[in-house]
């Protein structure tokens, strides 16, 4: 996949492509089906590059700091990921105000035609754009049979949990890591959430149970609600290695603030290996890929409780991760 990060440099092999905008936080079902139905009508057209046009930061971080939602995918991640959905380009603006500031009929005409000239343009049924979000998928749509480009509207992907169907989208998603509810995002997102941050060195109060965890200084992303958690680790020597890592190694993880110790504690996000780690994790990048929620966070009376309660945990695990 071909990474551009200035739109005057876009190549010539570009023009003509499938391109579907949007800001792919989470990688998603639905963004997944969107860029299947890229790939569909890419080979309508013969030798068509499929391409995505993301946004860094999110929109609304520019528009609306205030409101700016905390991300599911930093951009190196984002990259994998839509490189592992065989996306041929990815095009990063990174500068969006402008863009944001026009007219959906000037975002076609000075931006669109001008400076990508898709043959066709993919977008899910909610798609926005122009300013204030004025245009929708089917103004787009309108706007392309004028000028001279395809637009496929794709249907929203759903989930159902016993509740109904629901539409798939990041919001959702969020909402969903925000009350712990690990495993229905992990649906959603067709993959385990994955939380990366760096090993830092901590208490060492893991190790005197006997239960040794790895302490995690987070990356600029949502954090799950407090908790156990079932999950497995991957481990590498960079955040952009630690993008494409999969080593599933079964592991505990807690979130919480070590109530049974010390009152007010800043967060702490630990992870325990099951099978143990013969290496020093220290200043490595772990990612942490949460599967199921176990329990909340609570106080124990003594050490002992505490343990017995990690062992259970552990056990746990163990059931939700098959091993």
Known sequence: MVIVEKLENIPADVKGCCLTIGNFDGVHLGHEKIIASAHQAAKRFGKCPVAVMTFEPHPVAILHPEKAPQVLTPLPLKQALLEKAGVDYLLVVRDSYNLLSLSPES????????????????????????????????????????????????????????????????????????????????????????????????????????????????????????????????????????????????????????????????????????????????????????????????RFGTEEKLKEQIKKDCQKAKQILNV
């Open 107 to 298: 975002f076609v005409d000075d931006f669109l035609v001008k400076t990508i000239a898709p043959r066709a343009v993919v977008e899910g049924e909610d798609f926005h754009f122009g300013y204030g979000r004025s245009g929708n998928a089917q103004v787009l749509a309108s706007l392309g049979k004028e000028r001279g480009f395809d637009v496929f509207i794709v249907d929203d992907a759903e989930i159902d949990f016993g509740t109904g169907p629901t539409k798939v989208s990041s919001t959702l998603i969020r909402l969903m890591l925000q009350s712990g509810n690990a495993a229905q995002a992990a649906v959603a997102l067709g993959r385990g959430y994955r939380l990366m941050g760096r090993v830092v060195k901590g208490r060492g109060k893991g190790t005197e149970l006997g239960f040794p965890t790895a302490n995690i200084e987070p990356h600029d992303q949502i954090i799950p609600a407090e908790g156990v958690y079932a999950g497995f680790v991957s481990v590498a020597d960079s955040v952009e290695k630690l993008c494409i890592a999969r080593q599933d190694i079964p592991a505990v993880f807690s979130l919480g603030r070590a109530k049974t110790f010390i009152c007010d504690h800043p967060l702490l996000i630990e992870a325990h290996l099951l099978a143990g780690c013969g290496e020093n994790l220290y200043d490595k990048f772990l990612a942490l890929d949460f599967i199921d929620f176990i329990r909340g966070q609570r």
